[in-house]
């Protein structure tokens, strides 16, 4: 309808990605075969996708099997395990951009939770290995209704009964759990004495669908990201063996710690790969669409709003990418991942709705993706630890190195 020329964009800002962010050949195939990934198999399903709230069962096992082919399944793995062995830069610029497609479409990209390195035994044959071949796959379930930031709060427990354990309780907002043939839910399964009061203990399980007492049924219906659902799990005197305790009994924050601190970063690439992605029809817009004689974007209003745009998502990006880096060298990165969900988030959430204003009513009407940007781009600010609780740990770091 409106004839944008998204390719002469595209070019243009990957042009400028590597002046700014030096990648090396390896790493610019990453990203150019990503890219044309994302927008050969992801782009022309989305229409559907959002219309229907349905990602089609053929279209899933397509877009895995192709994932599979190209060697990117699982690339968040080592080449230990047979996967690519992305280290946490690599592993940014595919989901920045995995990030510019529909999230229920590009879950079959296939990224197990990297949790699953905490399996032990004979875990590794019935979890780890077939997640990583695309045979299962998993979900991660930790909030409840009455614990979503507060994590020791959940009051869903596990007790143990003749060797077992036996679980009641509910999860929701669960992404992923639709498709998942297990799940590693994060259950209370003790209290301690602390300084500050009395706290939960918890511990990280292995549940399988279809384990009696254990339910999975659709959740709430959500204006983000239709076709990525989110589901709640139930539990009624679900028995579990102790061999479905991944990590040690009451080390679920040590798992956690080791290998979940990091997974914010995927909220913040995916922001500045959508982000990108709305720039693009802004740009384009605002260089062919004529008002009063001439192109809009000569018009201050609109130009002076495409200047702050990029430069925003340019430090998005940075700052995700320095995150990524400063865990590829080792070092504690909570302060800098914080900085980069927080400020990532919060700029998509600009920059689409400066796209809206710039198409002006064109950008409400669903001809264009810029709508479903918008809406999905409002619950970045919240999941995987919200704006408020990222600025609580950016200047907690900064207070604590001071003794305050």
């Not at 782009?43 to 877009?63: C, F, M, N, S, W």
């Not at 959740?219 to 991944?246: A, W």
């Not at 260089?287 to 990029?310: C, H, P, V, Y």
């Not at 400063?326 to 959430?349: M, P, Q, W, Y």
Request: proline content about 2%.
């Amino acid at each position: 309808m409106l004839g944008y020329n998204i390719n002469k964009v595209n070019e243009i800002i990957l042009g400028i990605s590597r002046m700014q962010y030096g990648l090396n050949e390896e790493q610019e195939m990453i990203v150019s075969t990503v890219r044309n990934f994302v927008e050969k198999e992801i782009y022309p399903h989305e229409d559907l996708v959002d219309r229907t709230g349905e990602v089609p069962k053929e279209v899933a096992q397509e877009i895995k099997r192709k994932t599979l082919e190209l060697g990117f399944y699982a690339c968040n793995f080592p080449e230990e395990m047979g996967c690519a062995g992305l280290n946490h830069l690599e592993f940014a610029l595919v989901e920045r951009e995995l990030g510019r497609g529909s999230m229920a479409l590009n879950h079959f990209f296939g990224r197990p939770q990297n949790i699953l390195m905490a399996c032990q035994g004979d875990q590794i044959d019935e979890y780890l290995k077939p997640a990583l071949a695309g045979e299962k796959m998993d979900a991660l379930a930790m909030t409840e209704p009455g614990a979503g930031s507060d994590i020791r709060s959940m009051s869903c427990t596990a007790k143990r009964d003749r060797g077992d354990w036996v679980v009641n309780g509910s999860k929701h907002f669960i992404s992923g759990a639709d498709h998942a043939d297990f799940i590693i839910v994060f259950i209370a399964t003790g209290e301690e004495s602390t300084p500050r009061g009395i706290k939960k203990k918890i511990t990280s399980f292995l549940v399988d669908r279809g384990t009696p007492g254990f339910v999975i049924r659709d959740g709430y219906k959500s204006v983000s990201h239709r076709g990525y659902k989110n589901m709640i799990l139930e539990f009624t005197d679900c028995r579990l063996p102790n061999s479905q305790v991944l990590g040690e009994v009451d080390g679920g924050f040590d798992v956690m710690n080791e290998w979940l601190y990091a997974t914010r970063i995927t909220v913040a690439t995916m922001s500045v790969g959508r982000a990108r992605r709305v720039f693009d029809y802004a740009l384009d817009y605002a260089a062919t669409r004529e008002q009063f004689g001439q192109k809009i974007g000569k018009f201050q209003g609109i130009s002076f709003q495409l200047a702050d745009m990029i430069t925003e998502i340019d430090a998005a990006d940075l700052l995700t990418l320095a995150a990524a880096k400063k865990l590829d060298t080792g070092g504690f990165a909570n302060r800098e991942i914080a900085s980069a969900k927080l400020f990532a988030s919060e700029v998509l959430g600009k920059v689409t709705d400066q796209a809206i204003q710039i198409h002006g009513g064109m950008g409400l009407m669903d001809d264009l993706p810029i709508e479903r940007f918008w809406r999905d781009a409002r619950v970045e600010r919240i999941w995987d630890g919200t704006s408020e609780i990222q600025r609580h740990i950016i200047s907690r770091d900064l207070l604590r190195a001071l003794g305050a």
